[in-house]
């Protein structure tokens, strides 16, 4: 489960209806189901008119990722490619055609299988980098169709607000109502921005970053087959691979000297 998502949101309610009671109100005035569906309905039924289906299924699916995700750190997959780098420098590119099985990810498998096969480095890294670049292509519009539903659901929000207004309009009559009328007319537009700005973009923002992460792990890949059939030294190949998050092999193994720093 990724914390961050979970506190994130349980913190951002708790924050809201904290206000709310302290102001003297109740959880019950922003409990309104047909202001509910007006911003929702109308939500989706823009986001399924800007997308195809299948596209808002994926959407969908992959929700859950938001809050359920386990980040891959490359460190694998480095100590991975740095076994066959050994490997192919004692017994040649072909004797990783063994090791095929033994690898997990597809993406390094076809690119392990492109390099037995004896396939140019430069041939290979085009190959590789049109497939990511593809799936990036398909990645990116999952949190578009976030992105979208945070765009519509405030202006929907307002649509279901004069809708209310307009129905306090038609009970006029009844002055004593009407104070309390136009308040629930109003849920709706707290339900769209709060839909918003509180779920629908930041969970936009999370998936593209979990999209971004999973290209950077695939370009590693990528790096470390082509390097592999280049005939890169294993130990210059691990400094060059580790780079891509930020931190070299030395640095993570390098013991803490006590007392350096405050000499």
Do not use: C, W
Request: hydrophobic fraction near 50%.
């Amino acid at each position: 489960m990724d914390t961050s998502s979970l506190l994130g949101i349980l913190l951002a309610l708790a924050g809201i209806l904290a206000g709310l009671l302290l102001e003297g109100g109740h959880v019950g005035q922003i409990l309104q189901p047909t202001a509910a569906m007006i911003v929702f309905g109308g939500t989706i039924g823009a986001v399924m008119l800007q997308y195809p289906l299948a596209t808002v299924v994926a959407a969908v699916r992959r929700l859950a990722r938001v809050f359920f995700y386990r980040a891959e750190t490359g460190e694998a997959a480095v100590t991975q490619l740095v076994n066959f780098a050994n490997k192919a420098r004692r017994n040649g590119i072909v004797s990783l055609d063994e090791d095929l099985a033994s690898i997990g990810d597809p993406f390094l498998k076809q690119a392990i299988m492109l390099a037995v096969d004896g396939t140019e480095p430069s041939e290979l890294r085009r190959i590789m980098e049109l497939q990511i670049d593809n799936e990036h292509e398909i990645e990116e519009k999952i949190p578009a169709v976030f992105e979208s539903a945070g765009g519509f659901s405030p202006t929907i929000g307002i649509i279901g607000a004069v809708l209310g207004l307009i129905q306090v309009m038609q009970h006029l009559d009844h002055i004593n109502e009407v104070g309390r009328g136009i308040a629930v007319a109003f849920v709706a537009t707290i339900y769209g921005v709060a839909a918003a700005n509180l779920f629908f973009l930041p969970a936009a923002g999370k998936l593209r970053q979990r999209a971004r992460q999973e290209q950077a792990l695939k370009e590693m890949m990528v790096e470390g087959v082509v390097s592999i059939l280049e005939g890169m030294n294993p130990r210059i190949l691990e400094i060059k691979l580790s780079s891509f998050f930020g931190t070299t092999h030395e640095e993570k193994q390098r013991p803490v000297e006590v007392g350096k720093d405050a000499a």
